[in-house]
């Protein structure tokens, strides 16, 4: 049995940590969190040990080690801008940590990171769900084999994604670009993640729009040109959307064909977990393209674009 301690655990992703942990067999022996409304613990580690205040929470780990029931893993849940200094804990007690994306939110972090990995002779994963999707995983695989026999093909993406959330999320921390890192960063880095991983890397990027609630712009990919909109705010939902009474709308077109993946979900971190613990699961150096992309956008000045490279949606 996997020995876990959970950073995070009130937040919003902790229970799809929590349920794969308990679902892959795993064991939480420690959870942190700020806030003490953590009830969704009761339904997968009751027995764990709860603290709201990280010098206690210290004691506790360090006194597992001391007794010989050192932690194998920490499961990393806590807001983007503090993702660096847990799994820098995490390492230094010895243990693995698995972190949700944003793994890091400068480059430079995850250089010092890769570099303490080595130092502590530890590793450090960062959940890439959509790499997982059994749809998405039959797209690459077909751009893959496409692309044998056309290496210089360039497909066409319209990415959409709109999730709307209430005046809430800008008083969170998730509305500080500074600890969330905007939001190219807090809800699109998993699809530019995906888009990278299938499409090769990122030639250039462009930055059309950009608000408290919305981004939109262009990236040049090896094999892919992708005009993208990514928004929190339900006004800009399309209108069959706004009137089926659906929060969210999610699209990815690939030369103007829609490409459906909008099921699957539910088991990814599940999957995820176990990939990590056959001895696969994705390093911290596979976080870095993408990594690397949303640094570019969160500090690109704005650009025009044209008819080519403005997604639809801003052309609207």
């Excluded at 130092?119 to 995983?137: M, T």
């Excluded at 699109?188 to 888009?195: N, P, R």
């Excluded at 870095?288 to 570019?296: D, E, F, T």
């Amino acid at each position: 049995m996997k020995n876990f301690a959970v950073i995070g655990v009130g937040g919003y992703v902790a229970p799809r940590h929590l349920r794969a942990i308990k679902e892959c067999g795993g064991d939480v022996l420690c959870a942190i969190d700020k806030h003490d409304s953590v009830g969704i613990m009761d339904s997968y580690f009751p027995h764990t040990h709860f603290f709201t205040e990280f010098e206690r929470f210290d004691r506790h780990v360090d006194k597992l080690k001391r007794e010989g029931k050192g932690l194998n893993y920490f499961s990393i849940c806590s807001p983007n801008y503090l993702h660096d200094a847990h799994i820098r804990y995490a390492l230094r007690n010895g243990a693995d940590a698995i972190c949700e994306k944003p793994l890091v939110l400068n480059p430079w972090n995850l250089d010092a990171l890769l570099s303490l990995e080595q130092e502590c002779g530890k590793k450090v994963y960062n959940i890439l769900q959509l790499r997982l999707h059994p749809k998405i995983i039959a797209l690459k695989e077909s751009v893959q084999a496409h692309l044998k026999s056309h290496p210089n093909h360039i497909y066409d993406i319209d990415l959409s994604y709109i999730t709307s959330r209430g005046n809430w999320y800008f008083t969170s921390w998730k509305g500080d670009k500074s600890k969330s890192g905007g939001i190219a960063s807090n809800i699109g880095i998993h699809f530019f993640d995906m888009l990278l991983w299938i499409f090769g890397e990122c030639k250039a990027s462009e930055l059309y729009f950009e608000s408290e609630k919305t981004m939109a712009g262009f990236l040049e990919l090896r094999n892919a040109r992708v005009r993208w909109f990514l928004s929190v705010d339900a006004t800009t939902l399309p209108q069959e959307v706004k009137e089926s009474g659906k929060p969210t709308y999610r699209s990815l077109k690939i030369n103007q064909e829609e490409f459906e993946f909008s099921e699957g979900f539910t088991d990814l971190h599940t999957l995820s977990y176990q990939d990590i613990f056959s001895g696969g699961g994705f390093s911290a150096i596979e976080a870095q393209p993408s990594i690397n992309v949303v640094y570019a956008l969160r500090n690109a000045p704005l650009s025009s674009g044209d008819s080519q490279t403005l997604h639809p949606f801003l052309q609207k």
